[in-house]
């Protein structure tokens, strides 16, 4: 189709990886995808998050190494710009947090967690977390990963901090059982000083000796990086086809289920469900052009317009939810009321989860999930692993994203602009269930998920 | 310090005076100290001055090995805990110390004089972090305050007093709505520390929390403790100030340090561990409420009207520091 034709081209994901296959060199192509980002012609979380770990795995398979904290001081400030671009699109952030609990896991697996951890101490890591919003311009923003997540961990890395450790010198040792940390921590500012000179793997000369953690040190942690970040493209890859093998243990015979528009995710759980079981479907529509868009393709089964060709080809393959027997209604918002008291069960999508359950969802999602509550009715959200974000956040500021006025309404622009807000943020306590590629997830598991899936201790503030 | 070098071996049941750690190593005021550090700096909250006390006990003692010690501390986090009538607070900082030693009794038990030295002044580090926390918090919870809210506050909290005055310093405008706190007047003291920093503040009457709730965006207080079910324990009427903000959906916040996290399960007001005696039928000579001098009743919060905790290790929901206590529990 269109891809194979050398005519202008809106660079969409498909582009932004061909260009990876082809021209990739490493700061152009950070600075193409910020382009890209911030013009918006990869946007969503499952394309920021694809285009972001694609990036970083070439990435760092271009990176010459020399030691962890250097790695993750490039990676880190990468990830910053990266995340600058577009703040509101969390995915890309999310990447980035990702990789750097990868390189986490890889160096405490090789014994090094006291490197990275030193790594992250020295303040290289704080800029990542900068947020954000144009909204807060105002705000002196800064984190403090430099300060004790919690006190009983002090005990296992007491001396987070360049200062601290040189106001009390005397506690190095006490500070951490291996008495070589001091040793460990001179080689780290000598390889990273060294690192424009030395390539790939050429020691430092200085601070080696008796310390058994100087070969550590050097020891190229990348290729088992670099397959992990395979390894979570492959998860981001298989992502929709996870969640919809979750189907059966959500739908049920003969129930009434309500979405609302028919989001990717949300259509193939239900085509999943309808090989199985037979359910009557209400899809919710409203006036924003996304939703009707997405539902009416979805319940004619034709391609949606942005879509790559792979996914073309699966669309006219695949039977319509009405030909696999399922009973599909299609309503407008205001009859949400009438309809309600006779739903099973609610699902819709989040396009970002916080850690305290909270999420961003397209505009709407809050109205369905309010009246859904009003009737008592269980709500499932469907979101998948790149969704889960590191972070909590006081509100909505900040997070909301604009479009452009409404064409189908007749206003005229230069008296009148409607605001069009595309997303919502949406308050804990409004979900049964996430559905996830990683398995259902209780709302109160959902901060220990993203604890566990970042390789973190704690979450940001938004 | 009042440290008698004279061994006395009573154990510590048969001593007279409560507060004093008798051990064999020697004895200690350790109630006597906890109290001078809490009237020098009154801005030391009282997590940290357990937890300088039990550095200065391991000072003062003169243990030579390490169960020596680490049963010194136990003593001395019981006694402390005993002589003070709300321990709640206290209790986390003292657990916090033992778990700290606890842990860092297994690292280096060669050398028991270097050991001692560099666990005190890592009781230094540990408080002076835990100082630290509280500008964290203050610069997380300058967030919360976005577009000229207005805040409503009872009682007297430290954190909460970093949080409004470092959004002041920034150049938030904003106005708050004070409760007087009476019988001990704490708001009192916040209307006037907030009215001095250049802040428009309203003092109203401890009755009417819910008549003023409406013209406020948020509720933020303070916590003694923060325990396991992220209830809180606070200043008696911050339940009131809950429910209220409940009733007309107006986030509730707590500004606290993780410090004042307390491994500790009780299932209602009636089961935290402070006694007092709110509730008296016919008492002898009494006409009005019960008197609160020598302590300060508190009260109990229920996780389910609070919103979010604002931490220095940032905003944590009634879940998260749930399971961050746990966590640190396990851990331990």
């Known amino acids: ?462 | 310090m009042s440290r008698q070098t004279i061994p006395n071996p009573s154990d510590k049941h048969s001593g007279s005076k409560p507060g004093i750690v008798y051990s064999e190593m020697g004895e200690f005021d350790i109630l006597g100290h906890y109290s001078r550090l809490l009237e020098e700096d009154p801005s030391k909250s009282m997590p940290i001055a357990a937890i300088e006390s039990l550095c200065a006990l391991c000072d003062g003692i003169e243990a030579n090995t390490i169960h020596e010690l680490l049963s010194t501390i136990q003593i001395g986090s019981d006694t402390l805990k005993e002589a003070v009538p709300n321990a709640i607070s206290l209790t986390a900082g003292c657990d916090l110390f033992t778990k700290f030693i606890t842990r860092h009794s297994h690292d280096d038990p060669r050398d028991f004089d270097t050991f001692k030295r560099k666990l005190q002044s890592n009781g230094h580090l540990f408080a002076q972090r835990a100082r630290k926390a509280r500008s964290i918090v203050a610069e997380n919870g300058l967030k919360m305050v976005m577009n000229n809210p207005v805040i409503f506050v009872h009682g007297y909290s430290r954190c909460v007093m970093a949080v409004l005055l470092n959004a002041r310093e920034e150049g938030r405008q904003f106005k708050v709505i004070c409760t007087e706190t009476r019988p001990s007047c704490q708001g009192l003291r916040t209307a006037k520390e907030l009215r001095a920093a250049g802040i428009s503040v309203a003092v109203i009457d401890d009755n009417a929390v819910t008549y003023a709730m409406n013209k406020a965006t948020f509720a933020l207080v303070g916590a003694e403790g923060t325990l396991t079910d992220a209830s809180i324990i606070n200043v008696m009427g911050t339940q009131n100030v809950a429910l209220a903000a409940r009733n007309i959906d107006r986030p509730f916040y707590v500004a606290t340090e993780t410090h004042k996290f307390v491994d500790m399960f009780p299932v209602d007001q009636y089961m935290i561990p402070v006694k007092q005696n709110v509730i008296v039928f016919d008492p002898e000579g009494v006409e009005g409420a019960m008197s609160q001098e020598g302590l300060a009743f508190v009260d109990y919060v229920d996780p389910k009207y609070i919103t979010s905790f604002v931490t220095e290790i940032g905003l944590m929901s009634p879940t998260m520091v749930g399971d961050k206590i746990i966590t640190t529990r396990l851990e331990g």
């Open chain 1, 1 to 462: 189709m269109t891809s194979q034709m050398v005519t202008l081209r809106t660079p969409d994901l498909q582009w932004w990886l061909d260009h990876l296959d082809t021209a990739f060199a490493p700061d152009v192509s950070v600075d193409l995808l910020i382009g890209v980002l911030k013009r918006r012609s990869v946007k969503g979380p499952d394309a920021a998050a694809v285009a972001t770990a694609q990036l970083f795995l070439r990435l760092i398979y271009a990176h010459p190494f020399s030691s962890i904290g250097d790695l993750v001081e490039h990676i880190s400030s990468i990830g910053t710009s990266l995340s600058k671009a577009v703040p509101r699109e969390l995915a890309v952030r999310n990447m980035a947090r990702r990789v750097i609990g990868i390189i986490r896991e890889e160096a405490e697996n090789n014994g090094m967690g006291d490197l990275f951890q030193a790594a992250l101490e020295t303040g290289i890591f704080i800029p990542l977390l900068l947020p954000i919003a144009q909204y807060l311009d105002s705000i002196v923003i800064s984190f403090h990963l430099s300060f004790l997540e919690e006190f009983p961990q002090v005990s296992r890395a007491p001396m987070k901090s360049a200062d601290t450790r040189a106001q009390l010198p005397g506690h190095s040792s006490f500070a951490s059982p291996s008495s070589s940390v001091t040793g460990v921590f001179e080689i780290l500012s000598a390889a990273s000083s060294s690192r424009g000179s030395s390539a790939a793997s050429t020691p430092p000369s200085t601070g080696i000796g008796k310390a058994s953690q100087a070969q550590a040190v050097q020891y190229d942690i990348r290729p088992a990086v670099i397959q992990d970040i395979q390894e979570l493209l492959e998860e981001l890859d298989s992502c929709e086809h996870n969640i919809s093998e979750l189907a059966t243990q959500v739908i049920y015979k003969n129930e009434v289920i309500l979405t609302y528009g028919l989001p990717p995710s949300v259509h193939k759980l239900l085509l999943r469900a309808a090989q199985k079981r037979e359910f009557t479907l209400i899809v919710v529509v409203d006036e924003i052009a996304d939703i009707n868009k997405q539902a009416s393709a979805a319940v004619m089964n034709r391609p949606m317009g942005g879509e790559e060709v792979g996914g073309d080809q699966e669309t006219a393959a695949r039977k319509s939810l009405q030909d696999r027997g399922i009973h599909v209604m299609v309503i407008m918002y205001h009859d949400l009321e009438n309809l309600m008291p006779r739903v099973n069960k609610v699902i819709v999508a989040a396009r970002y989860v916080f850690a305290d359950a909270g999420m961003v969802a397209v505009t709407g999602t809050a109205g369905v999930l309010m009246a859904a509550k009003e009737y008592r009715k269980l709500v499932y959200t469907v979101a998948g692993s790149h969704m889960f974000c590191p972070m909590t956040t006081f509100g909505p500021y900040g997070l909301l994203e604009r479009g452009p006025p409404d064409t189908t309404l007749p206003y005229n622009p230069e008296r009148c602009r409607p605001a069009t807000i595309l997303s919502e943020y949406i308050k804990n306590g409004s979900v049964d269930c996430f559905i996830t590629n990683n398995g259902l997830i209780a709302p109160n598991c959902v901060n220990r998920t993203i604890i566990e899936m970042y390789h973190t201790t704690q979450c940001d503030l938004f």
